[in-house]
């Protein structure tokens, strides 16, 4: 069972305050700790259990620049085999066709009888990128599963929908699967890990290398032609309490007695 | 632009809101610009969604067979490829739900269509359309000009339009011709509902619901035994269910479950909107976050801006006898 996995590098943002740059189209990243993207990961740690109960290889490709050689390496620690980095030159302001066409040009010349990805990225938050891979691969697709078992020539997958239901579905391999969060639990990654695959070598590629024009990628082959960032006003709506800890804590309380009915 | 069309989504022979909400908002949209509404109801035995769509657009277009009797993507892509290319429709509007953000990319890129997905609001300014979506999970939000095209796919987000259409009017019933089946490579075998919860988190008058800022498993007890103080039942945000941290029947939101207590209480939640999805009907809900920026407190009723770990101790005390 050979596996591609395409990852991301993103900016962790939950516990952090986002300012938008001079350009008014991108947020301020340089104070912003780098981490591979949630829903990738969880499609790293599916792709080395599959890998662990069948036997195979995993590859994990990401585009980007040369600092998101941390999330190949971090794939490695975890068991990946081997790792491809496209440089992200030429293809920033790409929408998800011009990402899609960087890995569909290296995943395609690749052995694989699956490839995963995260359900989506947590910046753009497109989710697009790996069903139009699918399409262009000619593979028969799922995206946002919560469950794989492979049984001979075929995947049984469950996708998540709404409402805490999940869709089975049976499909043919190869194929390709985006991966929803809560898929698995990913196991931790030491430093120590990371130092022991420090000397597998990483392939790195670029637009050109893989046959493809200035012009199919980045912004001038993109749908979006312009894009303008702002923060949402905040705490609009709540009341934000004030006083000392123990002042607003009192008043928390009145209103929890009072709206919960508790005597 | 002449025609918007719009993907009626349904599951178990119901109609989901994301249907009327993208009605709604077409309606809104062609009632500027002299369009027309189209609506694609695939299914089988329709009759039923079909007579309550049939106000609300200019044109109903039906195809009615059971290999799009469950919503899959190869029979559904099949059958669209061919009604978009043969009707130009100028805007394609799909639910960004499971069955949308499914079906959505495999149709743009099979037919060259401009994606956009995740849409909070859709306009068209001189013929450029623009799009409002949100990134950095809700943090930013992002307004985008597309350059001209022909057609357009969009992904609309649920919950930002009203369910209820106003619209008097009868459509125009098409029968869609089925198209030459080929391959079905993914099959639909059945939904799974998840199996009963220890905990009806539905039924609680207090929920006292965790997020990512609770760290570590570990610190569950301490919200725990805050719940317990004042008689509420334990939820939790994607996150801490993901981890396992709690059980799955205990997430609200979108894919998880929409409460509507007296007092919902979000310690560390940040408040992405599959979860305010589940919890924005609460009647009075308190957020506790170290960011004030968090878009939970745009839908709560109260907020602290501070770190959980300091409040809950000492609000905790507050209910001591």
Redesign the interface.
Same mark, same amino acid.
């Given at each position: 069972m050979n596996i591609v996995v395409c990852i991301k590098q993103v900016p962790e943002v939950a516990e952090a305050e986002l300012e938008i740059d001079k350009s008014g189209s991108e947020i301020d990243t340089e104070d912003l700790v780098m981490d591979i993207n949630e829903w990738d990961n969880y499609a790293v740690e599916e792709a080395i259990r599959l890998k662990e109960a069948h036997g195979g290889t995993v590859t994990v490709v990401t585009l980007g620049d040369e600092d998101a050689e941390d999330v190949l390496r971090r794939a490695l620690a975890m068991g990946a085999d081997e790792a491809i980095l496209i440089d992200e030159e030429g293809f920033e302001e790409s929408d998800a066709f011009g990402i899609a066409k960087g890995l569909y040009r290296v995943v395609k010349d690749l052995p694989y009888d699956l490839v995963l990805t995260g359900a989506q990225a947590s910046d753009d938050g497109w989710a697009q990128v790996g069903l139009i891979l699918a399409e262009w691969l000619g593979l028969p697709f799922a995206s946002l599963v919560m469950d794989i078992v492979i049984d001979g020539e075929n995947a049984i997958v469950h996708r998540e929908l709404e409402s805490n239901t999940q869709e089975k579905n049976e499909m043919s391999l190869p194929a390709l699967i985006t991966v929803q969060t809560g898929i698995n639990d990913p196991r931790y990654v030491s430093i120590m890990g990371i130092r022991k695959v420090r000397r597998i070598e990483i392939r790195e590629t670029g637009y050109e290398e893989l046959g493809l024009a200035e012009t199919e990628i980045g912004s001038e082959a993109s749908c979006v032609a312009s894009r303008e960032l702002s923060l949402p006003s905040a705490g609009e709506g709540a009341e934000i309490l004030s006083g000392t800890l123990n002042e607003i804590c009192e008043k928390t309380a009145q209103i929890i007695r009072d709206r919960g009915g508790i005597d | 632009m002449e025609e918007i069309l719009v993907l009626a989504e349904h599951?178990k022979g119901m109609l989901?809101d994301i249907t009327f909400e993208m009605l709604n908002f077409a309606n809104a949209l062609t009632s500027q610009n002299r369009m027309k509404v189209s609506v694609l109801l695939l299914g089988e035995d329709n009759a039923a969604m079909a007579e309550r769509l049939e106000n609300f657009c200019d044109n109903l277009l039906l195809l009615d067979c059971p290999e799009v009797a469950n919503y899959?993507?190869?029979p559904y892509l099949q059958v669209l490829e061919k009604v978009v290319q043969e009707r130009k429709s100028s805007l394609i509007l799909m639910g =960004?739900?499971?069955?949308g953000?499914?079906l959505?990319?495999?149709l743009?890129?099979?037919l060259g269509l401009?994606?956009?997905?995740?849409c909070l609001d859709v306009s068209l300014r001189n013929e =450029?359309l623009e799009v409002l979506?949100?990134? +950095?999970?809700?943090?930013?939000?992002?307004?985008?000009?597309?350059?001209p095209?022909d057609q357009y796919l969009c992904t609309l987000r649920?919950g930002c339009f009203s369910a209820s259409v106003n619209r008097e009017g009868s459509a125009d019933k098409v029968m869609v011709e089925p198209p030459h089946w080929s391959e079905f490579?993914?099959?639909?075998?059945?939904?799974?509902?998840?199996e009963l919860a220890d905990v009806d988190i539905t039924a609680a008058?207090?929920l006292v619901s965790v997020g990512?800022?609770i760290g570590k498993p570990e610190n569950i007890s301490l919200v725990e035994e805050f719940a317990d103080a004042?008689?509420?039942t334990l939820s939790c945000s994607?996150?801490v269910?993901?981890?396992?941290w709690l059980p799955?029947?205990r997430q609200v939101g979108?894919?998880?479950?929409?409460v509507r207590p007296?007092?919902y209480?979000a310690l560390g939640i940040?408040g992405a909107f599959q979860h305010q999805a589940g919890m924005k009907n609460a009647?009075?809900i308190?957020?506790v976050n170290?960011?004030?920026?968090a878009?939970i407190?745009?839908?709560? =009723? +109260?907020?602290?801006?501070?770190d959980l770990f300091?409040?809950i101790p000492?609000?905790k005390?507050?209910?001591a006898r």
């Open positions: - | 599951r989901r899959s993507p190869d =960004h739900t499971a069955a953000m499914d959505a990319p495999p743009a890129a099979r401009p994606l956009v997905s995740d =450029h979506r949100q990134i +950095y999970g809700g943090k930013i939000n992002a307004k985008l000009r597309l350059k095209f649920p490579r993914r099959r639909f075998v059945e939904y799974v509902e998840a008058d207090i990512r800022g004042i008689g509420a994607r996150p269910a993901d981890k396992g799955k029947s979108t894919s998880g479950k929409t007296k007092v209480i940040s009647e009075t308190i957020a170290k960011d004030v920026k878009p407190f745009n839908v709560a =009723h +109260y907020g602290i801006v501070g300091q409040v000492v609000l005390e507050k209910f």
